[in-house]
């Protein structure tokens, strides 16, 4: 019985420590701000995509619930998109203050270095690198590329294949940070 309830606490704690995902965008749209730039809703999915996915690799949990589905220009949040949907190809507004949630540090530290590596590439160059992903490619199925596409591209797979694509530069990191603990200790 108690491994039963240790195992329910478990799944609740982790939902709790989920996040919505238009909080997640509305993160990212005002990060971006900060930068005195603006952003689109292409570049808001693939920026979601891609935090979702490192997140999954590097704390072992979900970021947001919401499904991330294939669509033609790539991964799409489709909660997020009809958020967005009546500004098409405009620069998104910058969100109120307490439309972005404080994020636990954890959190926070992979969101900032996703919008580190991420940030600075074109909404189409980010389309182009989802396009290559072997695992957007499957979740199409036979979808021609135009062609509406409603595939859901699974958390668990989309951990798979991040884990599988950059295990090589995961475990050079690990190595790293195990050398450069044993050098700040001392006798």
Known sequence: MALLLGSIYSKLL??????????VANWFIAKTAEFGDLT?????QKLLY????WIQVLLNKELFEEPIQAWSHGPV???VFQH?????????????????????????DVLEQVFEVYGDISARRLEEMTHTDKLWIEARGECEPEVRCTNIMSKA?????FLEKYAEDLRENQN????????????
């Open 157 to 161: 797979k989309i951990k798979q294949y």
């Open 77 to 79: 949040v489709p909660e």
């Open 40 to 44: 689109t809703h292409l570049k808001i």
């Open 14 to 23: 982790g939902r709790i420590m989920t996040y919505k995902a238009i909080e």
């Open 176 to 187: 790293s940070l195990r050398k450069n603990q044993g050098r700040g200790q001392t006798c």
């Open 50 to 53: 891609y935090a979702e996915a």
């Open 84 to 108: 967005f949907r009546s500004f098409g190809w405009n620069p998104l507004p910058i969100p109120s203050e307490n439309a972005i949630p404080k994020f636990s540090e954890d959190i926070m």
